[in-house]
């Protein structure tokens, strides 16, 4: 078991930026690939970003390249999200996720993940 506790969303003006953090608890951290998810109300939720479970790689999506930047730091057993040039449209309840790094299927895919932070919320006004 995975204990995922997502935390650093908060109200920021268009343009601004936010960090979000992922703290895991329980098995072994450094084993799992990290995602980052989001649900804005009324859509369905939607991949961000993730990082190998070595951090020697990262997935975005196309919505958030450039502005996004995932991050681990396994030491800490927590995974970043530094959200830079936010928009109106980033607006949603941000979650964090854990799934064995031994998984060969998409880490787009939401189902894939075992485990889920309860999210948090970001908020981007114009």
């Known amino acids: 078991q995975v204990q995922l506790v997502d935390s650093g969303g908060g109200l920021v003006q268009a343009g601004g930026s936010l960090r979000l953090s992922c703290a895991a608890s329980?098995?072994?951290?450094?084993?799992?690939?990290m995602g980052w998810f989001r649900q804005a109300p009324g859509k369905e939720r939607e991949f961000v970003a993730a990082?190998?479970?070595?951090?020697?790689?990262?997935w975005y999506a196309d919505a958030v390249k450039g502005r996004f930047t995932i991050s681990r730091d396994n030491a800490k057993n927590t995974v970043y999200l530094q959200m830079n040039s936010l928009k109106p449209e980033d607006t949603a309840v941000y979650y964090c996720?854990?799934?064995?790094?031994?998984?060969?299927?998409?880490?787009?895919?939401?189902?894939?993940?075992?485990?889920w932070g309860q999210g948090t919320q970001v908020t981007v006004s114009s």
């Open positions: 990082i190998r479970w070595s951090g020697g790689g990262t």
């Open positions: 996720a854990a799934r064995d790094s031994t998984f060969t299927s998409s880490v787009r895919i939401s189902t894939t993940y075992d485990y």
């Open positions: 329980g098995r072994t951290f450094n084993v799992y690939h």
